[in-house]
């Protein structure tokens, strides 16, 4: 597993240890209720290491094993970890470390990249929409666009019950497929966008999560996030 560095913030300790998220950690140092080698601290960005002994309530913290991959997805595939169904990607992913998620969602019929991780503050500023991370997807066409087509992508559409989307870019590819780049990551959205515009879909896969793609990563296989991948994960969401 791949860890960033054995310097801290006290905050950012505590939520890589499984205590709290990093905005109710700042609360627990702030109420007196975390020591570092034996003295009370009270501020959230003291820096702590690996070497200092630090307990929440009297109880040693320690940190967790964390772990971030990257997973091409097959089609026909749930993006669930759980043991009960017969189509998770658990069946495709072995020795993940505890506490480990899928970051977002692709239906059963939408192939490729999904970031799985068990770091939770990475996990919420991916997914959460006020970071805008691009999601960048490949769409097969049952027809070749032309160009009212893609005019009406780039301009975005009513999806209904209040959303709107509208996609960061909209480039043709190739005479049957385009690529689109969202920073949102609405359920079915590209689904229900290209409905809306009255585009047939004939099949959907995920290329790209921010700075993470699947170059060289075989359909069904998966692999650790390399340092370098990581790190621009992290610098994505203010991580780093």
Request: with cysteine; hydrophobic share 35%; net charge positive.
């Amino acid at each position: 597993m791949v860890q960033k560095k054995n310097d801290y913030r006290l905050n950012r300790f505590l939520a890589r240890s499984g205590i709290e998220s990093r905005r109710k950690s700042d609360l627990l140092i702030q109420s007196g209720k975390v020591s570092v080698n034996g003295r009370i601290v009270t501020i959230p960005g003291f820096r702590v290491s690996t070497e200092d002994e630090v307990k929440y309530m009297g109880d040693t913290v320690r940190l967790r094993q964390l772990g971030t991959a990257v997973l091409n997805k097959p089609h026909g595939f749930e993006t669930t970890l759980s043991p009960h169904s017969k189509r998770s990607i658990l069946a495709l992913i072995k020795d993940l470390p505890p506490g480990t998620v899928p970051v977002g969602r692709l239906d059963i019929n939408t192939g490729g990249l999904i970031i799985l991780s068990n770091d939770g503050e990475l996990v919420n500023r991916l997914t959460h929409p006020s970071w805008e991370v691009e999601r960048e997807y490949r769409v097969f066409l049952k027809k070749p666009p032309v160009i009212s087509d893609l005019r009406s992508l780039r301009r975005g559409a009513s999806i209904g019950h209040g959303e709107f989307s509208k996609p960061l870019s909209v480039e043709s590819r190739d005479r049957n497929s385009v690529n689109i780049v969202l920073v949102t990551g609405r359920n079915h959205e590209i689904r229900r966008l290209f409905e809306a515009c009255g585009i047939q879909l004939a099949g959907l896969e995920r290329v790209r999560y921010g700075p993470i793609t699947l170059k060289g990563l075989k359909r069904g296989k998966w692999r650790l996030l390399n340092e370098n991948e990581l790190e621009a994960l992290m610098s994505a969401v203010q991580l780093a």
